[in-house]
Antibody, heavy 118, light 107 residues
Framework: EVQLVESGGGLVQPGRSLKLSCAAS????????MAWVRQAPKKGLEWVAT????????YYPDSVKGRFTISRDNAKSTLYLQMDSLRSEDTATYYC???????????WGQGVMVTVSS | DIQMTQSPTSLAASVGESVTITCLAS??????LVWYQQKPGKSPQLLIY???ILEDGIPSRFSGSGSDTQYSLKINSLQPEDFASYYC?????????FGGGTKLELK
């Protein structure tokens, strides 16, 4: 059974940093691209970052480019999201997601809440 | 970036009815359209990919259609567990853009 378990969320002041982790199990982690998707309170879904299976390529939307860094440790089956220069608009639940075929996110974690506020 | 526009934003229906949600892409996505269901307080769940292909375990009352820029999700014979939010997503290119969502509520 595929499991994705996020951790590392919490309350952080604007301008500060936070690092999220996602522990994966139940599949060959090193064979799949992985992503982070967020959802602001009462809002829709926003893709935040993708990393290829080997970790050599990363992709971000303009809203987080230069502030967020996605990385992975295939030996530990763990995905990370380093979030720097946080803003109030980054307040959201952050989901770790496995990328599947045909551009899908086929498995999602339970999500972790990040609140950016002074 | 490809923009995804969903309609309606909310919809009220009764158990047993059928409903249709539409998704319009700002350019041709060649059938690479994905649908998700999200229940309150839960993570999204993959329903349909490639515009028409049902993910394993998804009931056959869900169906997807469309091509080019216009796509639809139809739910036949609504069940109590179907009242949730639904999102479409561009599966063709990066950035992976989502529609704004449709909240399906019980009438």
């Amino acid at each position: 059974e595929v499991q994705l378990v996020e951790s590392g969320g919490g309350l952080v002041q604007p301008g500060r940093s936070l690092k999220l982790s996602c522990a994966a199990s139940g599949f060959t982690f090193s064979s799949f691209a992985m992503a982070w998707v967020r959802q602001a309170p009462k809002k829709g879904l926003e893709w935040v970052a993708t990393i290829t299976s080997g970790g050599s390529n990363t992709y971000y939307p303009d809203s987080v480019k230069g502030r967020f860094t996605i990385s992975r440790d295939n030996a530990k089956s763990t995905l990370y999201l380093q979030m720097d220069s946080l803003r109030s608009e980054d307040t959201a639940t952050y989901y770790c997601a496995k990328e599947g075929a045909r551009g899908t996110f086929d498995y999602w974690g339970q999500g972790v809440m990040v609140t950016v506020s002074s | 970036d490809i923009q995804m526009t969903q309609s309606p934003t909310s919809l009220a229906a009764s158990v047993g009815e059928s409903v249709t949600i539409t998704c319009l892409a700002s350019e041709d996505i060649y059938g690479s359209l994905v649908w998700y269901q999200q229940k309150p307080g839960k993570s999204p769940q993959l329903l349909i990919y490639g515009a028409t292909i049902l993910e394993d375990g998804i009931p056959s009352r869900f169906s997807g259609s469309g091509s080019d820029t216009q796509y639809s999700l139809k739910i036949n014979s609504l069940q109590p567990e179907d009242f949730a939010s639904y999102y479409c997503q561009n599966g063709l290119s990066t950035p992976r853009t989502f529609g704004g969502g449709t909240k399906l509520e019980l009438k």
